[in-house]
């Protein structure tokens, strides 16, 4: 999900093949996979454009923003195949600009261009220096958006397995075609660019971004996933890196196995977080009894995965549509007091309105025409674009395929493993996992790769209460990535720090406008935040 919190409503367009390993050596136009009979691919023409800045004609959008399209190769390998135009917005710099500083905020599968329209206010810093960019990459929100189908997770005709339901693991044999079919639903409902989506192709659209931009360096921000992003970025062209700061470290070595394993641990600890702090207030829906506080949270899952209720935005509402909105709503404690209104409507009331909106970012989206390789418009951003997406990216940057027959041996043990870190959050993490049976296998070019990178110094931060992206995911990259990282250590809560910790942002935005690094290993003290409900 995207890393910054949502603290307002917002339009929902921010959840495959596996990508082409490269190796790159990014210096002026760039080197290039070999195509067949070693001859390099001609990429002149996507790295002569020059980015055209107009006013955004998009009303979900700020009137002081503006916005432009880059095109780029569908297949990096064969470029005269077709072609996907990228979304950009910008504020522009308000002093004396340094070039472009482009944001991804993470997910994978949010919208840069939406989420920098929501959140600009937490970036206006970086315009003292900067046009501040935020982009789509391929396959999210208005660049050729990927989908399943018509409702969340594809599932409004009801067939198949979806990212928003449990695994039946008592009929592995069935749950293993239900995968099938949802791959075969995500293929046809998403055109040509699923065959090309992740992040090694994300991170060649960056540098032809950078070129069309005018900046002879890549300067950077990404959050959460917008890390495996920036750190791949430097693996394939470190002599282009600027200025790059990552914060709320992913991991580049482990499986989504693992991944999710560290997830659903790091969201549970979260949550037991969020109930401390609800029972000690009156509001609390959950009473004031804390152990009993905990029990409920999980018989209220269970007891919507049984028997779902209807909601206002089509479909029923389950459990695990809650389990979704309460990892949005724990990525930071200042949407706390909203998450605490959102359930207490719910199980006061059966409004469903609430955590739906917590979970979402706002109002749910039809799903339109989306015209092949060609922006769309943010009414025609499919509903369940940011599973789909998040799912098919992560697909495609992991090359473990276990088969048919080792995932039904393994699915009753994965799912006691994944209930013992969180009895919550366990199924919700191991429904991810198992979402990738079916599609490609991945590319191994981030394992194998992504490491002693010979790029300018960058600045990581990690934060020791992050539920999502764990601390020891900072210390494990930076090694990996060698001496150009600079680990700076939030002693705070919450996923990522920029937008939480005045330390944080303060040194970020130093580093960012005037090339300041911390020491390595220097820390970032906790802001003070008021507790009760």
């Given at each position: 999900m995207p890393a910054v919190p949502r603290t307002r409503p917002a339009l929902r367009c921010c959840a495959g093949a596996g990508a082409v390993a490269l190796a790159l050596l990014g210096a002026g136009l760039p080197a290039t996979t070999a195509a067949a009979g070693g001859q390099q691919p001609d990429l002149t023409r996507f790295y002569r454009q020059h980015a055209r800045w107009t006013a955004c004609r998009d009303d979900a959008l700020p009137k002081d923003m503006q916005c432009a399209r880059v095109t780029v190769p569908l297949d990096y390998a064969r470029p005269a195949a077709g072609t996907l135009d990228l979304a950009l917005s910008r504020y522009r710099a308000t002093g004396k600009s340094q070039g472009s500083v482009l944001l991804n905020f993470g997910g994978p599968g949010g919208s840069g261009v939406s989420q920098l329209g929501q959140d600009g206010k937490q970036f206006m810093g970086l315009t003292n220096g900067y046009d501040v960019v935020g982009f789509d990459p391929r396959g999210v929100g208005r660049s050729s958006p990927v989908s399943c189908g018509d409702g969340i997770g594809g599932t409004s005709d009801g067939d198949g397995a979806s990212a928003d339901e449990p695994p039946d693991i008592a009929r592995p044999d069935a749950l293993m075609k239900e995968l099938k079919q949802l791959t075969v639903r995500c293929t046809r409902n998403s055109g040509p660019v699923l065959s090309h989506i992740g992040t090694v192709n994300a991170s060649r659209d960056l540098d032809v971004i950078r070129q069309a931009l005018g900046d002879k360096k890549l300067n950077y921000l990404g959050f959460s996933y917008g890390t495996r992003l920036g750190a791949v970025y430097a693996a394939q062209f470190p002599h282009n890196v600027g200025r790059m700061a990552l914060d709320g470290v992913d991991t580049l070595t482990e499986s989504l196995a693992e991944q999710g394993v560290a997830g659903a641990r790091g969201q549970q600890t979260a949550l037991d977080d969020f109930l401390d702090w609800c029972v000690a207030g009156l509001g609390c829906p959950f009473g004031q009894d804390r152990r009993k506080a905990g029990e409920a949270v999980v018989k209220l899952v269970r007891s919507l995965d049984q028997d779902p209720v209807p909601s206002d935005f089509g479909g029923p509402f389950t459990g695990q549509d809650l389990v979704g909105a309460l990892g949005q709503g724990l990525y930071g404690k200042e949407l706390w007091p909203v998450l605490e209104r959102a359930l207490a409507s719910l199980i006061e009331d059966g409004d469903t309105r609430g955590v739906q909106n917590v979970a979402s970012g706002g109002s749910a989206l039809p799903h339109g025409h989306r015209p092949a390789g060609g922006l769309v418009d943010s009414a025609d951003i499919p509903v369940d674009n940011l599973s789909a997406a998040l799912m098919a990216i992560n697909c495609a940057d992991d090359p473990d395929r276990p088969s048919a027959s080792r995932l039904t041996r393994d699915v009753a043990r994965l799912d006691k493993e994944y209930q013992r870190a969180s009895p919550v959050?366990?199924?919700?993490?191991?429904?991810?996992?198992?979402?990738?049976?079916?599609?490609?296998?991945?590319?191994?070019?981030?394992?194998?790769?992504?490491?002693?990178?010979?790029?300018?110094?960058?600045?990581?931060?990690?934060?020791?209460?992050?539920?999502?992206?764990?601390?020891?995911?900072?210390?494990?990259?930076?090694?990996?990535?060698?001496?150009?990282?600079?680990?700076?250590?939030?002693?705070?809560?919450?996923?990522?720090?920029?937008?939480?910790?005045?330390?944080?942002h303060g040194k970020v935005d130093d580093f960012l406008l005037y090339g300041t690094l911390p020491p390595d290993g220097s820390s970032c003290p906790q802001d003070r935040v008021s507790s009760g409900s």
């Open positions: 959050f366990g199924r919700f993490r191991l429904t991810q996992v198992l979402l990738c049976y079916g599609r490609p296998r991945g590319t191994d070019f981030i394992r194998e790769k992504v490491k002693d990178v010979p790029s300018a110094r960058m600045l990581l931060v990690g934060t020791r209460g992050d539920p999502a992206t764990p601390y020891s995911w900072t210390v494990e990259t930076a090694r990996r990535l060698g001496p150009s990282a600079v680990v700076l250590d939030n002693r705070g809560d919450g996923h990522t720090g920029y937008t939480s910790s005045t330390c944080v």
